[in-house]
């Protein structure tokens, strides 16, 4: 790593897990790439966090311009969880009115694990509805009270409401590879089913979520689809280390690691639990997952992760063009998917190997007829 990384990380780290690691001295450029570098991952206010618990330290300079941007930033990242908060709060309580059981997934939920919750950079709103008539109504009451409601997956239901995006989900978490994607379905349906409801409060509204150790499972799904098909944003690893850190102690981790040998997830399980011992100073008895005989080496996967452009599986399209011959839109993003695939094929083979034939056929789909 290079010292703008390394600043980065300690930073980072400072504001969202408490170490206290000095930083090394920088240039002007330097922090201005530093900066960049937080919003390209969704973590400025998080590291601006970091940079207020070094207010003392000598080589924390950072130029008043770069700061007082930041500044700027901290406070839209801040207005936006406010607003956030409040629409979330009304909609579930509307749902909850109407008897529909909405149950809130990542965003709000994972914010308030945060040190300072209004910190979190926040997207939209993703409601999962566990039964299909309920579904239905959700859907249904969205297509008369929010705007832009159009169908864009069978699965997903995305509107706006009060200026707030959401997504109505009729599946927590899906695999490609249909026999794994049948477990984990199973293993949702009956957590859901016959776990004890978990329960957050926001903006005075108590709202359902998921319990620990599922949610916990799809935190680590979730970024495992993030490692396979578009690249990792810290963001995400930083979610999964937060509740660890503050719901471990309620997860069964028997029942999660049975649930990851069943997927085939054990490995990249590793994988992600050996990021956070790297990234984030974890201990391994903080990730009874980790299995140090499947660990490998993480460099290759920091690099990629810290140089995220976001220039990979959106473009891996093709198109027809004049001729007869069929050519991808962006052969560099098509090249990227291969060499990605490949490399990351021995931690989530099953899932790797559909991914890739259904984002292979999804492109092929934009071909004209």
């Given at each position: 790593m290079d010292i703008i990384e390394r600043n980065f990380l300690r930073l980072l780290r400072s504001g969202t897990f408490g170490d206290n690691e000095s930083c090394e001295?920088?240039?002007?450029?330097?922090?201005?790439?530093?900066?960049?570098?937080?919003?390209?991952?969704?973590?400025?206010?998080?590291?601006?966090?970091?940079?207020?618990?070094?207010?003392?330290?000598?080589f924390v300079n950072i130029p008043d311009d770069i700061m007082?941007?930041?500044?700027?930033?901290?406070?839209?990242?801040?207005?936006?969880?406010?607003?956030m908060n409040i629409c979330t709060s009304q909609l579930l309580g509307i749902f909850s009115h109407n008897q529909l059981r909405p149950i809130l997934l990542k965003g709000q939920a994972i914010a308030l694990l945060?040190?300072?919750?209004?910190?979190?950079?926040?997207?939209?709103?993703?409601?999962?509805?566990?039964?299909?008539?309920q579904a239905n109504k959700a859907d249904e009451w969205a297509r008369t009270n929010g705007q832009h409601a159009e169908y864009s997956d069978k699965y997903i239901f995305p509107y706006?409401?009060?200026?707030?995006?959401?997504?109505?989900?009729?599946?927590?978490?899906r695999l490609t590879n249909t026999l794994l994607n049948r477990?984990?379905?199973?293993?949702?349906?009956?957590?859901?089913?016959?776990?004890?409801?978990?329960?957050?409060?926001?903006?005075?509204?108590?709202?359902?979520?998921?319990?620990?150790?599922?949610?916990?499972?799809?935190?680590?799904?979730?970024?495992?689809?993030?490692?396979?098909?578009?690249?990792?944003?810290l963001k995400q690893l930083i979610d999964l280390g937060m509740m660890l850190r503050t719901i471990g102690a309620k997860v069964d981790f028997v029942k999660l690691q049975q649930w990851l040998h069943s997927l085939?997830?054990?490995?990249?399980?590793?994988?992600?639990?050996?990021?956070?011992?790297?990234?984030?100073?974890?201990?391994?008895?903080?990730?009874?997952?980790?299995?140090?005989?499947?660990?490998?080496?993480?460099?290759?996967?920091?690099?990629?992760?810290?140089?995220?452009?976001?220039?990979?599986?959106?473009e891996w399209y093709f198109t027809q063009g004049k001729n007869i011959f069929v050519k991808s839109n962006n052969s560099k993003a098509m090249l990227?998917?291969?060499?990605?695939?490949?490399?990351?094929?021995?931690?989530?083979?099953?899932?790797?190997?559909?991914?890739?034939?259904?984002?292979?056929?999804?492109?092929?789909s934009h071909i004209e007829e």
């Open positions: 001295p920088m240039s002007h450029w330097k922090w201005r790439r530093l900066y960049q570098m937080s919003l390209m991952h969704g973590v400025s206010a998080l590291i601006a966090d970091g940079i207020k618990s070094r207010a003392t330290e000598t007082a941007t930041w500044n700027e930033n901290t406070k839209a990242v801040e207005e936006d969880n406010r607003r945060y040190p300072h919750p209004e910190h979190r950079t926040g997207g939209d709103c993703d409601i999962y509805f566990p039964y299909e008539p706006t409401w009060n200026g707030m995006a959401v997504e109505n989900h009729r599946y927590v978490q477990r984990l379905q199973n293993i949702i349906e009956k957590e859901i089913r016959c776990c004890d409801s978990t329960y957050v409060t926001i903006a005075d509204i108590r709202i359902e979520t998921l319990p620990p150790t599922l949610n916990i499972l799809i935190a680590i799904t979730r970024i495992a689809r993030y490692i396979i098909n578009d690249g990792l944003k085939g997830m054990e490995r990249i399980a590793t994988l992600e639990a050996a990021m956070l011992i790297s990234l984030f100073n974890f201990s391994e008895d903080e990730l009874p997952f980790y299995i140090s005989h499947l660990a490998t080496e993480v460099s290759p996967l920091t690099d990629e992760l810290l140089a995220f452009d976001h220039s990979h599986s959106d990227w998917q291969v060499k990605h695939s490949a490399r990351y094929f021995r931690y989530f083979p099953m899932e790797m190997t559909t991914n890739f034939i259904r984002n292979f056929a999804h492109s092929l």
